[in-house]
Structure formats: structure tokens, C-alpha cells
């Protein structure tokens, strides 16, 4: 009797456990679907409505057409594009132990990319390289690398002095110069290329390898079972050098460090805290190579896209001059200590990290498991990415956001924290947030500051000596934007100026 009751009972919850669970799905299937987006073609997908080029922008149309969470199909993987801050802060803050990993790329794969901690998914091993770099770019060792960058910003006005239309190399050389001696204690000679060309070549391969779209294989993967010869697999043989390449030059920059310190003594540097701190070497090669690929290009451009600004603003020119003379005076130059009494500087610089974004899409995520957000499934593995450059545009943020206007970031003469940072969105989210970002916007500060203190900056003159009219495609269809190369004129502004960037260093 007990036998038949329990067995009854058992049937109703166990049709009761069927009926719910039908009509849980019945539910979850009309109310969660993918979110919205342009409607894929058959087999296709949504490949057609990935944008070739100015990626921020042509995103941006499909988010004020879809809403602020778009799914593309490519080619049956989905795509989840966050056209907002909120959007993105919901995904990489809030869910950030779901949309952490990386996507992982054809190219990456041949190449063996996955030695770069960028690239790496949220692994043990990610995590432990993560946390030697993000205890070495803390504030407080930034401050430490600061005697380093006013050496190297000083060289930087020495070279613009000398030879000032060749701006472009100089501000180059004056990154490489920073990083390369503070990750591997090696100081750059001017005019010694080979540490510089190595380390370029670095962020080159990296960033083309992570560009959307650049390679054809990663859209049509079965390209990958053509012979190497086969036309349009040429791929193949790019990615066995690159491979070979990018680990010859990782080995290289570690390897000549190494043996400077042998021959010349140990600097202090990310090699010996790592070294200090009980790392392996094998972990020692890969973080440094890493940090320099990683954070070489961005700050760069930065500085490409503050000159432009300055060229294209006398205005707001002469007013961070007038500050910094009332400031710093005419007898030294800024530090990055002097931050604080210049606020219309610091603004000026948060104005270039906000007009000229230089990741305009970030780095890609990857969600790892299936998702609900806002009502949509978000399918785990999707490729989710944040239209950083639409938040530099946002106008509930920002009014008449094309215009560069430091005054934007002040009130009543200060930094006014109610209008949004643009470090809070420029760097990136969450658990793949930019470790560099300290250092980044310590030396564009010091760097733009030391600049406009001893410079000034206009658009170059035409054959008549009238100044031409600057108009420079701010183009941003890669994973880091470059402007297009163009002049500026370069003058020192006076005598004093120019005797202080000639005098020694204090
Ligand atoms: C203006 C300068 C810079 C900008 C705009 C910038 C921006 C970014 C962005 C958007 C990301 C991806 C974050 C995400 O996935 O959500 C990133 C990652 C990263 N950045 Fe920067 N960055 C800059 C400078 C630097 C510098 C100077 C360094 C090193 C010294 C650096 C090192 C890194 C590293 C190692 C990562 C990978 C983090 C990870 O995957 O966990 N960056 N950066």
C-alpha cells in the first residue's frame, strides 16, 4: 500500500516536474531570444554587415538601429556588440566571471600566439601573469618610473629641437625608450635602432593578427585544409614566419637585457622584481615581451593625435601654455608630480584620450557559458565587444562630442568629476582592464605637458607662407587607430625655453 502510494506520488511529481519544466522552456523561448540585430542571410550569417573600416562608427549605426546590445551571426558564431557604457559595464563588471576568456583566432593559433598574455583565456596561468604585471603598473611603482620618463621626455624635446618635422619617429622612439627601460633595464642610444625595430616589429605582428577581418581565414576557416602554395593560403606561410619571428624577437629583447646586466651591472627593472619576486624565466620572457606588444602603439598614437589637436587649436593651446608658465615657470621643466596644479592640462589630456579613441572597439572578449542579459540569451562562446569610441561620443555625456574643448572636464577652474573620465572606458573592463593604464596617462601627461611648455605647435605653411588647413582622416578601422601621417611646424617658443630643454638634466 505504501508501495503504490509512493509510486503514484512519484508519477505526479514526476509529470509535474515535466509539465513545469515545459513550460519553462515554452516561456524562455518566447520571452529570451538573441538580441536584436540586421537580419543574417542563409549560410552567410551577418558577414555583409561587418564593417571593413571605422569600425566605432559603423557600429555605432547598427546599435541606434538594433539598441544597445546587437548580435551579429558570423558565419554561426555570434557576436554581441555593447554600443554603450552601461551595456558594457553589465558584461565585463557585473558578469565579468562570464565574459572574460578570449576569442581565440586561426591566426593566433598558427602563429602560437598564445605565449602573449593578451591573447591568453582567464587560465591559472593568465591569472598569474596578470597579477606580475599588475603589481609592477600599480600607482606607487609608477610613481618610481616617473625620474625615468621626465630623462626620456626631456631627450624627446632635444629631438624635436634638432630635426622637428621628423616628430612622427621621435615620439616613437621616445615609448620605446621609457618601456624598454623600465621592463628590461636597457637604455636606448639615440640613433640605435636595433632593441626599437625589434620591439615595433613585435606590436606589429600582434596588432595585425588581432585586427577583425584582416585575414580571410578567420571568416572561412576551411581555407585551412589548402596547401601552403594553393592561391589564398598564402596565409600559411605569413603565419609560420611570424611564429618563428615573433619568438626570435621575444628571445632576443630578454636575451641581449640578460647580457647587459652581465657586462654592464644589474638596473633595476621588470626583469630583476620579477626575478626578486621567484618567477620562472620562461614566465620572465613571455610577461616582458608581452607588456611591450601590448602597450607600445597605444600611447603613441595618443601623442600622434594630441599634436594634431594642438595644430588644429591655437586656442586651446595658448591657454594650457598660459597655465604652465604661471605654474611651472620659466626656469624648469614639468614633472608628472605637477599634475594636480595644472588642471587645465590634465584636462586637455583626458580631451585627447576622449576625441582620438586609440582602441575603438578594445580588445574582444569571449562569454564562456550560456547567458540571460536584459531578457536576450547571449550564447556562451560569442564574441562580445564594446563600442568604445561611440562612449567618446556619447552626448548625454559629452555636448558636441567632434569638438576637442578641454573646458569640457572643468568647473569653476577644476577637474569636475561629474562629467565621465574617459579613462573610465578607453582602457577597457572589468578583468582584462588595461594593466598600462597608470603609466599610459602618466607619461601622455608629461609628455604633452613638457611639449606644450617649450613648443608651439601650427599647421605647416604653404609655398605663399600661409598656414595650410589641416585635414587629417582620423580613421579607425584597425584594433589600434592610427591618424594619417601628416606636418605640423615645430617652433621653440623662446629663447628660455630653449635653453632649458639644451641644459643638462637636474
Ligand atoms: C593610451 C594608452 C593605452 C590604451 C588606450 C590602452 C587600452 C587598452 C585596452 C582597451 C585594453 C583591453 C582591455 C579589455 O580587454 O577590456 C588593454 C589591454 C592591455 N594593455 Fe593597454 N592601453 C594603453 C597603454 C598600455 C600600456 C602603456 C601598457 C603597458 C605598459 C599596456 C598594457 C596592456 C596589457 C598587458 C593589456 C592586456 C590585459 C589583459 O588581457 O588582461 N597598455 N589596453
Redesign the pocket.
Known amino acids: 500500500m505504501l508501495m503504490a502510494m509512493a509510486s503514484d506520488l512519484l508519477t505526479v511529481l514526476l509529470t509535474c516536474t515535466i509539465v513545469l519544466f515545459a513550460v519553462y522552456r515554452c516561456r524562455r523561448a518566447t520571452k529570451c531570444h538573441l538580441p536584436p540585430g540586421p537580419r543574417p542571410l542563409p549560410i552567410l550569417g551577418n558577414v555583409l554587415d561587418f564593417p571593413k573600416k571605422h569600425l566605432g562608427r559603423e557600429f555605432r549605426e547598427l546599435s541606434r538601429k538594433h539598441g544597445e546590445i546587437v548580435h551579429l551571426d558570423v558565419l554561426g558564431r555570434s557576436v554581441i556588440l555593447l554600443g554603450t557604457y552601461e551595456a558594457a559595464c553589465e558584461f565585463?563588471e557585473k558578469r565579468s566571471s562570464n565574459n572574460s576568456d578570449r576569442p581565440q583566432s586561426v591566426m593566433m593559433k598558427l602563429t602560437n600566439l598564445d605565449w602573449i598574455?593578451?591573447f591568453k583565456d582567464c587560465t591559472p596561468e593568465w591569472r598569474r601573469h596578470?597579477r606580475a604585471?599588475h603589481n609592477q603598473?600599480l600607482p606607487s611603482m609608477v610613481t618610481g618610473f616617473h625620474h625615468i620618463m621626465f630623462r626620456v621626455t626631456h631627450n624627446l624635446l632635444r629631438d624635436l629641437l634638432k630635426s622637428p618635422r621628423d616628430f612622427s619617429s621621435h615620439i616613437q622612439f621616445s615609448f620605446a625608450s621609457s618601456?624598454l627601460r623600465i621592463v628590461y633595464g636597457t637604455d636606448l642610444v639615440q640613433g640605435d635602432r636595433r632593441y626599437y625595430q625589434l620591439a615595433q616589429r613585435l606590436a606589429i605582428i600582434a596588432e595585425d593578427i588581432s585586427t577583425p577581418g584582416r585575414h580571410a581565414v578567420e571568416a572561412f576557416q576551411s581555407l585551412q585544409a589548402l596547401p601552403s602554395w594553393f592561391p589564398g593560403a598564402a596565409f600559411k606561410k605569413v603565419a609560420a614566419a611570424w611564429k618563428q619571428e615573433l619568438i626570435s624577437i621575444r628571445d632576443q629583447l630578454y636575451d641581449s637585457a640578460r647580457d647587459e646586466m652581465d657586462r654592464h651591472g644589474v638596473k633595476e627593472s621588470l626583469i630583476t622584481r620579477l626575478i626578486d619576486g621567484g618567477e620562472d624565466e620562461k614566465m620572465i620572457r613571455e610577461v616582458t615581451a608581452?607588456?611591450y606588444a601590448?602597450?607600445s602603439d597605444?600611447?603613441v598614437a595618443?601623442v600622434h593625435a594630441f599634436f594634431l589637436a594642438m595644430a588644429l587649436h591655437p586656442d586651446v593651446q595658448k591657454r594650457a601654455q598660459e597655465e604652465l608658465d604661471a605654474t611651472i615657470g620659466i626656469d624648469r621643466l614639468p614633472q608628472v608630480s605637477d599634475q594636480e596644479s595644472l588642471p587645465y592640462v590634465s584636462a586637455l589630456v583626458k580631451e585627447v584620450l576622449r576625441w582620438h579613441v586609440?582602441?575603438p572597439i578594445?580588445?574582444p572578449?569571449r562569454s564562456t557559458e550560456d547567458d540571460e542579459v536584459n531578457g536576450f540569451i547571449i550564447p556562451g562562446g560569442s564574441i562580445v565587444m564594446a563600442n568604445i569610441w561611440a562612449m567618446s561620443r556619447d552626448t548625454e555625456s559629452y555636448q558636441d562630442p567632434e569638438r576637442f574643448h578641454p573646458e569640457r572636464f572643468l568647473r569653476n577652474g577644476q577637474l569636475n568629476c561629474d562629467v565621465r573620465d574617459p579613462a573610465s572606458y578607453?582602457?577597457?573592463?572589468?578583468r582584462?582592464?588595461?594593466?598600462?593604464?597608470h603609466?599610459?596617462e602618466a607619461k601622455?601627461f608629461i609628455t604633452c605637458a613638457s611639449i606644450l611648455h617649450t613648443f608651439n605647435i601650427s599647421p605647416p605653411l604653404d609655398m605663399e607662407g600661409r598656414p595650410t588647413k589641416l585635414d587629417v582622416w582620423m580613421g579607425n578601422d584597425m584594433a589600434v587607430s592610427h591618424l594619417d601621417s601628416f606636418d605640423c611646424r615645430i617652433i621653440v617658443r623662446d629663447t628660455q625655453k630653449e635653453a632649458l630643454i639644451r641644459a643638462e638634466w637636474m
Request: glycine share 16%; proline share 3%; with cysteine.
Open positions: 565585463f598574455f593578451v596578470r604585471i603598473f618601456v608581452a607588456v601590448a602597450g597605444t600611447t595618443s586609440v582602441a578594445g580588445v572578449h578607453v582602457f577597457g573592463f572589468g582584462r582592464l588595461c594593466p598600462g593604464r603609466f599610459a601622455l
